[in-house]
């Protein structure tokens, strides 16, 4: 069973505090599924649990496995086992998919990596997503469409075998046929190899596909109610309007110097 | 494949058919460089290497005839260079030039002349500096619907690299396509300088150029670390996919990485 644990967790960014007392528990099994309005701290999340640089903690602690996060690097939270799927995956000129993923996959396995292997799970899975095979060997997600790049995630995915996930509003940008390959895939990978879920999503279609165990709604940098599935419903049909805070600028600037300054 | 072996300014070994015809011209006074000419009549590849033991002086001058594609292939290695290169394309000739230098100081002009309508030149560059490096284009529309791509690469290891890249089209050029794509990784506290300049004097034109100096974009760094790679290792991938992206040619493409396993491995 592995468990990702964020306690009391503020974050800021450039001075503003953009998560404030944020805790979330999810386990192997589990599907949690973040939404909000715009610029609530969403994306911010799964960033910060990956140990982006832009983002300072403030307090509190993030945990996986009773390892605690904090002060690891981005690659030491990643081969422990978390994966970010980006809203919007990079593109990076040169450096190819192959090459990216043979890096990564012995970068984790070290000793253990046999090229052979890889090379064979790499060209069945290209096979099985049905994506291209001369795509491997092109620059990461360079020239790829917004549904081709979202394939690539699951790719990297199912190559990585990450034992959570933390998908960022995966559902940007693709059409409906993709949206459903993107969907059914990320839930086949759920029931195959059992991780925990942390997906941020604005709409309700992509959980038609992953079904969701927990839905939280996030407003001004903290969840403010937890329900299930039931709860997406009532946000596609009301909106966020009854959740928004009244004095949406009480986090900020003022804010986080307070929190530094009793630090 | 043509070859041509180059050490100092003199030809040491040359391996070339009928497609090109060679004419060297030795410097007969002191202020004077050697020169080297070459004139492309059929469609072929060209593999020209320039060692130089000693710092030294040299210009190479191509004559690209009408409906040839020619395919040149230049690695320079050895202690400093002074080189010119002058490229003269005629009518629907196509030069793709695919080009690594890993000499100590390099001081280069090249001058590419787009003669005749539907010349064009594809020029791919590498470097990585260690000390100076001055580089300086002149890219002449002469005719209309011509087309010019330059794409410079440049890591900075320990040295500095200027580019000045000049492109013109006159105002009765018309339908030209000038391209101007440079990049340099500067790894130290040194100055680079990228000087992009488009003379252009007609509005029937695609024009664009691009100056990047600096270090590897953060998020693509970040990127790579989400997949679990290592601060080192994804910047050794990105220094890797910088150098080695466009190269077409094996024999460079080894130099590349052979220089690559030796600074960053």
Known sequence: ?263 | MNKIIVVNDEIEKISINQDIKIETHLKKMIFEINTIDFEVKKNTDLFITIDTKEECKLQLNFNVLNNVTFNLYILTTGCGLKIKYNYNLNLNSVLNVCKYNRVKTVKEMVVANLNNEFATINYIFKTIAKQKECYDYVINHNSKNTISYFKNNGVNLSGNIIIQISSFIAKEMTDCITNQNNQIINLTEEKCEIRPILYIDNNEVEANHSALIGDFDTEELFYLQTMGISIKNAYNLLINGFLISDINNEAILNKIKEDIDRYWR
Not at chain 1, 103 to 110: D, G, S
Not at chain 1, 225 to 235: A, N, R, Y
């Open chain 1, 1 to 263: 069973m592995d468990t990702l644990k964020i306690k009391d967790l503020s974050v800021s960014v450039l001075d503003k505090v953009i998560l404030k007392d944020f805790n979330l528990e999810i386990k192997s099994g589990e599907i949690h599924v973040i939404m909000g309005p715009n610029g609530v701290g969403k994306s911010t999340l799964s960033k910060v649990i990956m140990g982006h640089d832009d983002y300072k903690i403030i307090k509190g602690e993030i945990y996986f496995n009773d390892v605690l996060l904090n002060d690891l690097k981005t690659d030491e939270r990643a081969r422990l086992g978390l994966f970010l799927g980006m809203q919007m995956p990079l593109e990076i000129e040169g450096v190819t998919n192959a090459d990216m993923l043979r890096t990564a996959i012995h970068a984790k396995k070290k000793e253990e990596f046999k090229l052979f292997d890889f090379i064979k799970e790499l060209e069945n899975k290209v096979n099985e997503l049905n994506l291209k095979s001369e795509m491997i060997h092109r620059g990461v997600n360079q020239g790829f469409s917004g549904g081709e790049r979202k394939k690539n995630e699951i790719l990297q995915m199912y190559m990585l075998k990450p034992k959570m996930l933390l998908l960022d509003e995966i559902d940007s940008g693709l059409d409906v046929d993709s949206l459903k390959t993107v969907g059914n895939e990320v839930f086949k990978y759920f029931n195959e190899y059992n991780p925990g879920i942390l997906l941020v999503t604005h709409y309700k279609r992509l959980l038609e596909y992953i079904k969701p165990d927990f839905v939280h709604i996030m407003v001004d940098g903290k969840i403010i109610k937890t329900g299930d599935f039931s709860l997406v419903q009532e946000i596609e049909k009301n909106g966020y309007n009854e959740y928004k805070t009244k004095n949406v600028n009480s986090i900020g600037t003022c804010v986080v110097k307070e929190m530094i300054n009793n630090e």
